[in-house]
């Protein structure tokens, strides 16, 4: 039984460690968080989940819709009943508008995490734990952590890490370079979380505005607090990166009483960064990365251009690509 190390444990990490688990591959996560999920991971407060990350994602090609159909019948998942706007930018003057569609959208239950958390049922976790050096002797791999702690005997790594991560990571470790430009390929976002009494029209917001992308809202979210989640996009984001949560809970009021025009009180609940959120539009996906003489891969959202379904389609891709050599080797005589 070979031995897989995969380090990440959001749905990309997950959905290629359930996969090598279910062909009888020894696997085990390795994440710096708390708890599994990554961008997908909600924050546990009194008063119920706050999305923090991905708000919702949607189901397009037949592979991820046979697994959201899984997690739908397990009840991980659910439909999110939203009803979509469009805050514009139209020569200065910003309005909201209704903006309705069809578009099936999906949350986790009770919150973003629970199907990553599915998926990892049963597999070995060792988290809050930063990998921070590998070592390939003699055909097997060693993980350091940052403590100086050491996992040893791995036949091959798998790296979900967000690309200026994985990067770092390989450089301390004197492996060759992943990428030609890792700092282009994800940009950062600051989410914050607010609370009114006023209830909106509208769940989800998309935003053409000079300092925000996207606006929801978690009234109609199963076990979430009912506040607004403000995406700030990433150039206002990247601009003031450093700032405290105070400032990033003033430019939200801000917004929420000029934009949406609420004039209840409105209180503060959380500012987060994402340093690596969203996927540069600028930038080309990499698609995954293989050094398949060293049994090492590398991938996730942003391997195909970002989006929930990418990760968990980049887990596919990931775990099939070491099966698929393991097999070829076999078969060589």
């Not at 469009?86 to 629970?114: W, Y």
């Not at 070995?124 to 070592?135: A, E, G, T, W, Y």
Request: aromatic share 10%.
């Amino acid at each position: 039984m070979k031995k897989i190390a995969v380090l990440g444990a959001g749905l990309c990490g997950a959905t290629a460690a359930a996969t090598l688990t279910q062909q009888g591959y020894q696997v085990t996560v390795f994440d710096k968080g708390r708890v599994a999920g990554g961008r997908m991971s909600s924050k546990r407060t009194e008063q119920g989940y706050l999305d923090m990350g991905a708000q919702y994602f949607t189901a397009r090609s037949d592979a991820f819709k046979r697994q959201v159909k899984l997690w739908l019948d397990a009840g991980k998942v659910e439909l999110w009943p939203c009803k979509t706007a469009l805050l514009s930018n139209d020569e200065g003057f910003i309005s909201l508008k209704a903006s309705e569609d069809t578009q099936a959208r999906f949350i986790g239950v009770p919150s973003m995490q629970s199907p990553v958390t599915a998926l990892l049922d049963g597999i070995p976790q060792v988290n809050s734990c930063r990998i921070q050096k590998l070592d390939y002797q003699q055909q097997s791999w060693t993980l350091f952590n940052d403590e100086g702690v050491s996992y040893t005997g791995f036949d091959a790594v798998i790296l979900t890490l967000p690309p200026v991560q994985a990067q770092q990571l390989v450089a301390h470790s004197a492996l060759p370079e992943l990428f030609g430009s890792a700092d282009d390929v994800l940009e950062p976002c600051w989410a914050v979380a607010m609370h009114t009494d006023a209830m909106p029209a509208q769940d989800a917001i998309f935003c053409q505005h000079p300092k925000l992308r996207f606006i929801s809202h978690q009234q109609h979210k199963t076990g979430r607090s009912s506040c607004y989640i403000l995406h700030f996009n990433a150039v206002f984001s990247g601009l003031y990166l450093d700032e405290s949560a105070q400032f990033w809970f003033a430019e939200a009021i801000a917004i929420l009483r000029q934009e949406l025009h609420i004039q209840q009180e409105i209180r503060p609940l959380v500012a987060h960064r994402w340093l690596y959120a969203s996927q540069n539009d600028q930038s080309a996906a990499p698609g995954l990365i293989a050094l398949p003489n060293l049994k090492l891969w590398a991938g996730g959202d942003w391997s195909f251009g970002g989006r929930v379904e990418n990760a968990y389609l980049a887990g596919l891709n990931l775990a099939n690509a070491l099966i698929e050599q393991d097999k070829s080797q076999q078969e060589t005589p």
